[in-house]
Each structure stands twice: as structure tokens, then as C-alpha cells.
């Protein structure tokens, strides 16, 4: 048995896009859950017109962690599958094909491919192309591919557990940032689960993010691979892996000829860097500052 979870708030036309995808699954779900943190948008009534329970979160306690690993306490299905409130699944069979890596019984966890929206600009459409290829692969803490940080990548916006797995490593961390999903990729392959990619399972989900947006993204990441550094000491730093996005940004805008998008992909990948190394150096910037500089500026009201 299957269990749908969606933390929403305000999640707007895209949210009802989602749910449309949903209705339209081929896999039929024993479980549809929405976590509604105090949405003034018509979405929790909306969950419930499409068949959701919803549960209501208190406005601003909200933890991409905890509160996923609530949700995953309560239901009591197998298989625990999670999209974001703006992840459209892309095909009827969708959530059917990523659901079937688990008929191998050492799969913990596997993530769909993520296609960029319609309307997503240059630079968020390569990061989409880049980060999920067309090829499948299940990794282990002994594979090979994919070598270094890569190993542990997962995205909570498409991605489905194994209930016995993930309580096995006590569900997700609720004292994280952000990236609750590469932690528990992590902990499983720690504890000698396999996660497999499915390319073949697909949803449209990106982000026309600000430059500065993404330097508050990535001061976020910095902040969450200081506080976890375990995960750097076993699969090492991502600075490697940074530099070659970079470079393969400006290589794709050329190719497709968008070359008046190459500056801004510069300043884009400047400021990341930038914001990540601050990120690493949080602790001595202190409570106040490091609030203004993040992207989840509740986490250090805490």
C-alpha cells in the first residue's frame, strides 16, 4: 500500500495543476495526505474537494524534516511517497514507475526525474537538465556511480521510502535547514539500503530563483553541511562538482545560443559560491546575521 504526502501552504495554481496530475495517476493511493500550514488560498479546501485528509500544521512551525516525519508516523502504509505542493507529475504512469523500484528488496528510497516547467528560464532549465539524466541507477555505499556527495542526492519534491527503512534510521531530522532528504539518503546508504533514480518516472518541478534568492538557497546549504558535516567526511566536499556546473552552464547557453544569459549565469554561480562558503561560516556570524542572509529564516528564530 501506497501513502501520498504533500506539505502545502498557499500553494496556488501550480498546487492545483499537482493535484489535477494526481487525479490522473494510474497507481491508486491508500493514503492521500495534505499537511496545510495555515494556507489563506483556497488550498486546503482544495486538497479536500480532490480526496486529501489534511492536517493542519500551526502556521509557523512548519520543519521540512519534523513535520515529514510526523506524517510518516501516522499512516501506516508500506510505501511513503512525497511531492511538493509545486512537483506535476508528468505521465499517468508516473508515480506507478517510481513506486515500482521497490519490488527489489533492497531499495530504501528512490527519486524521479524532475523536468523543468513550462516557464522556466535558462538558467533553471539547465539546472533541471544537469541534475537528472535519462539514465536509471541504484547506488549502494560500496557502487561506484555515483562517485562522491553525488552518492547521496534525493529530492524530497518526487521521491518515495520504504516505511521499514526509514524508521530504521528514526525517519527524517527534524533540526535541519533544509536537505532532510539528502540526509536520510545518507543514513540509508549508511546502513546498507540501495536508493535507485528512476528516470522513467517524471515530474515537472523548478524555480526561477533571483540571484539573490540563490545566494540565500546556498548560504542555507552551507549552513546545513556545516551543522552535518558527517555527510562531507563520507562522501566528500561538493566544491568539485560545483565548478563543473558552472562551466557547463556557460556551455549549454552558448550552445543554445542564448549568449546575453551567459553574464548573468556568472553572477549566478558567483554568488552561490559566495553564499555556500558563508553558509559554512555561520556560527561566526552569529544568529542575527545569518537570519538575514538565509533563504529559511525561521530556522535560526529557534
Avoid at 506507478?96 to 519490488?103: H, Q, T
Avoid at 558535516?229 to 556546473?245: K, M, N, T
Wanted: a positive charge.
Amino acid at each position: 500500500m501506497v501513502a501520498l504526502i504533500i506539505p502545502v501552504l498557499n500553494g496556488g495554481v501550480v498546487f492545483e495543476d499537482c493535484l489535477a496530475a494526481i487525479g490522473g495517476q494510474t497507481l491508486r493511493f491508500n493514503t492521500k495526505l495534505v499537511l496545510d500550514s495555515g494556507s489563506s488560498d483556497g488550498s486546503r479546501d482544495l486538497a479536500l474537494k480532490h480526496g486529501f485528509e489534511v492536517w493542519d500544521v500551526p502556521h509557523g512551525t512548519f520543519n521540512h524534516g519534523g513535520t515529514r516525519s510526523l506524517a510518516a508516523s501516522k499512516v501506516k502504509d508500506d510505501i511513503l511517497l512525497f511531492l511538493t505542493q509545486d512537483a506535476v507529475l508528468n505521465e499517468p504512469e508516473a508515480a506507478a514507475k517510481l513506486v515500482a523500484a521497490f519490488e527489489a528488496s533492497n531499495i530504501a528510497a528512490a527519486f524521479g526525474r524532475q523536468l523543468p516547467h513550462h516557464d522556466a528560464d535558462d538558467i533553471a532549465t539547465h539546472a533541471r537538465l544537469r541534475s537528472y539524466g535519462t539514465d536509471s541507477y541504484v547506488t549502494s555505499i560500496t557502487s561506484s556511480y555515483p562517485a562522491g556527495i553525488r552518492k547521496c542526492f534525493l529530492s524530497n519534491s518526487f521521491a518515495a521510502y520504504r516505511r521499514e527503512a526509514l524508521q530504521g534510521i528514526g525517519g527524517f531530522p527534524s533540526n535541519v535547514i533544509l536537505a532532510e532528504d539528502m540526509f536520510v539518503a545518507a543514513r540509508l546508504l549508511q546502513a546498507g539500503w540501495s536508493v535507485a533514480y528512476v528516470a522513467e518516472a517524471r515530474a515537472r518541478h523548478s524555480h526561477n530563483y533571483t540571484i539573490r534568492e540563490e545566494f540565500r538557497r546556498y548560504f542555507d546549504t552551507g549552513v546545513f553541511q556545516k551543522q552535518q558535516a558527517w555527510i562531507l567526511e563520507e562522501f566528500g566536499r561538493p566544491e568539485g562538482e560545483g565548478v563543473r556546473v558552472a562551466l557547463d552552464q556557460v556551455r549549454y547557453l552558448w550552445r543554445q545560443n542564448r549568449w546575453g544569459q551567459i553574464p548573468r549565469s556568472l553572477a549566478v554561480s558567483s554568488v552561490k559560491y559566495f553564499g555556500y562558503k558563508l553558509g559554512l561560516r555561520h556560527d561566526r556570524l552569529g544568529q542575527d546575521v545569518s537570519r538575514r542572509l538565509a533563504m529559511h529564516k525561521r530556522y535560526f528564530a529557534e
